[in-house]
């Protein structure tokens, strides 16, 4: 049965007026290489101040990957909000920015979502919705973080 774990942190990437940010970038790339050996997918947020990232795959795999995230310095505050089983697998591979979009803007503002506040009080269906509507505004996971929006 497939795992699924949701942790939010926050960051102090330096991320530019537009929104882009070449150290998550790297972190992107590295997750794909990671994540691709050890058979987890993912999707990873990153806004200005905080990342949220979802993982899925199998229950050892993705506590290992929690506890490589937990112990990266571009990391502080990291809390898992969810840690289960789950029924059904979404294979979620892929990552977005929050940048000056009106569009992407809007997503978030709609459910609620600042992008300085870190969420750490949002449950696991909220972030999953977040997820979620990223997803479905149209980012193809081969796509860098500069093309998103």
């Not at 942190?9 to 882009?20: K, M, N």
């Not at 979620?132 to 505004?137: E, M, Y």
């Amino acid at each position: 049965m497939p795992f699924r774990a949701i942790y939010v942190s926050s960051h102090i990437l330096p991320v530019r007026d537009d929104g882009t940010c070449e150290e998550f970038d790297r972190i992107a790339e590295q997750a794909h290489r990671c994540n691709a050996q050890t058979g987890v997918s993912f999707f990873l947020v990153c806004t200005h101040h905080w990342f949220c990232q979802v993982l899925e795959g199998s229950e050892p795999a993705v506590r290992r990957t929690l506890a490589r995230i937990a112990a990266d310095k571009r990391h502080f505050d990291c809390r898992v909000i969810e840690a289960t089983a789950q029924v059904q697998h979404a294979k979620l591979d892929g990552y977005a920015t929050v940048h000056k979009s009106i569009a992407n803007r809007l997503l978030f503002l709609e459910r609620g979502f600042s992008r300085a506040i870190v969420p750490y009080d949002r449950t696991a269906a909220e972030m999953l919705d977040l997820c979620n509507a990223l997803r479905s505004f149209g980012v193809p996971s081969e796509q860098r973080q500069s093309e998103l929006c």
